[in-house]
């Protein structure tokens, strides 16, 4: 579908009752009113984390996601020149140099998740992926292919700063969207 449609089909999925009964969904919600916004805003996102700390966990609020090209290198330099969000368009290989390229399929990797007591990393997220693993994600997302899509992926700087939270993530994201509309 068009991305236009694809925005619509991601809203009414994020506000479905096969969304909000899915086994993370719980960590999700008190954030779905502003992904809503976002995807809205021409951000489909596909991943997120609320950036969260417990006994067990510390984590980065993140979003991994597709936008139009222009869109996202406006919005890009927006939350780089005025937060301390770090905003990636992510690079793209093809399969054979992900399986035997180790930068591309190990040191590229940002930490997300950290054991609290180890410090021990628990999740991360490539800033190159493998284009079936793109098209994976935009098919899922039921966005036509085009050559103005990008995969982004966005995250905190900051260890355990939640996503609402005044400089959060979300926020942050939302206030250069509208800034640069």
Known sequence: ??????????VNYLKSKEFTEREDAATTLPTINKLIEL????????????????????????????MLREHAEKLMQCIMINTDIIFLIVAS?????????P??????RIPLTIATQTKKV???MTTIMPLSIIDFER????????????????????WGRHTLSKYGLLNQLLHCLHKIK
């Open 122 to 124: 628990e999740t991360t």
């Open 139 to 158: 098919k899922q997302l039921k966005i036509n292919k085009t050559r103005d899509l990008v995969p982004i992926f966005c995250f905190d700087s900051k």
């Open 39 to 66: 995807n809205k805003a021409g951000c489909i996102t596909y991943d997120s984390q609320a950036g969260i700390t417990n006994k067990y966990n510390t984590e980065r609020a993140y979003i991994a996601g597709f």
């Open 103 to 108: 930068i591309y399929n190990k040191a590229a």
């Open 1 to 10: 579908m068009k991305f236009e449609d694809a925005i619509k089909h991601s």
């Open 93 to 101: 290989c093809d399969d054979a140099d992900w399986m035997n390229n």
